[in-house]
C-alpha cells in the first residue's frame, strides 16, 4: 500500500505561483497529479516518472506547470506560475504503481486526500 498526502494549496491571486507538494509513503514509480472541480470529471494535469526522464503536462496547463521529484525525499512537486481562475480545483497527487506517463484515472491505484487551489483576486 502507498499513503499519498498532499500540501501546498491555498488561495492565490490570478497571476501568481504556488507549488504543491506530493509526499509518497515508499518507493513508487510514476506520480500523476489530477485535478477536480465540482460537477466535472477528475481529469490529468502532469506526469513524472521514476527517473524524471518522462513528463507529461495536459495541453492547459503546458508551459505554466512543471512537475519534479526528489526520491530521496519521497516527495514530488508541481510548481503552478501564472495560475488563472479556471485552474481553480482540488489538486491530487496519484499513483498506478508502474512507470508509465501519463496514467487514466481508470488505471490509478492509490490516490491522495487532495489539496484545494483557489485562483481568485
Known amino acids: 500500500q502507498v499513503q499519498l498526502v498532499e500540501s501546498g494549496g491555498g488561495l492565490v491571486q490570478p497571476g501568481g505561483s504556488l507549488r504543491l507538494s506530493c509526499a509518497y509513503s515508499r518507493f513508487t514509480l510514476a506520480i500523476d497529479w489530477f485535478r477536480q472541480v465540482p460537477g466535472k470529471e477528475r481529469e490529468g494535469v502532469s506526469c513524472i516518472t521514476y527517473g524524471g526522464s518522462d513528463t507529461y503536462y495536459a495541453a492547459s496547463v503546458k508551459g505554466r506547470f512543471t512537475i519534479s521529484r526528489d526520491n530521496a525525499k519521497n516527495t514530488v512537486y508541481l510548481r503552478m506560475n501564472s495560475l488563472k481562475p479556471e485552474d481553480t480545483a482540488v489538486y491530487y497527487c496519484?499513483?498506478?504503481?508502474?512507470?508509465?506517463?501519463?496514467?487514466?484515472?481508470?488505471?490509478?491505484?492509490?490516490w491522495g486526500q487532495g489539496t484545494q487551489v483557489t485562483v481568485s483576486s
Open positions: 496519484a499513483t498506478s504503481l508502474d512507470n508509465r506517463c501519463p496514467n487514466r484515472r481508470q488505471e490509478i491505484a492509490y
